[in-house]
């Protein structure tokens, strides 16, 4: 499994921005995946997610203003980021993690699955 990230940045509070993840060795109905970010001194934290279905789910600090999807036919994922805020800065990564059952999607939502494969990450700075 490889995932690449792009599209972060550095960009003014309000702003907008759209990353993107190409993955390669996912087959979407057998995983789940998201995006994470870390923030300086602080724990990496699940920001939204998607499973196989297209069930999405958001953390309560970002939700209104993110939209997960992606593009089974080209194996890459987005995260379209909107009204951005000084807090949002963070590295933010694509996260890709096996799917058998739903608990293992409840698992990734929640930072707890086993076996996820991530990207490198991409920097997000807003000011």
């Known amino acids: 499994v490889q995932l690449v990230e792009s599209g972060g940045g550095s960009v003014q509070a309000g702003g907008s921005l759209r990353f993107s993840c190409a993955a390669s060795?996912?087959?979407?109905?057998?995983?789940?995946m998201g995006w994470f970010r870390q923030a300086p001194g602080k724990e990496r934290e699940v920001v939204a997610a998607?499973?196989?279905?297209?069930?999405?789910n958001y953390a309560d600090s970002v939700k209104g203003r993110v939209t997960i999807s992606q593009d089974n036919a080209k194996n890459t994922l987005f995260l379209q980021v909107d009204s951005l805020k000084p807090e949002d800065t963070a590295m933010y990564y694509c996260?890709?993690?096996?799917?058998?059952?739903?608990?293992?999607?409840?698992?990734?939502?929640?930072?707890?699955?086993?076996?996820?494969?991530w990207g490198q990450g991409t920097q997000v700075t807003v000011s």
């Open positions: 998607i499973d196989r279905d297209g069930t999405t």
């Open positions: 996260a890709a993690a096996r799917r058998k059952t739903y608990a293992d999607y409840w698992r990734f939502t929640r930072g707890r699955a086993e076996d996820v494969h």
């Open positions: 060795g996912v087959t979407y109905t057998s995983y789940c």
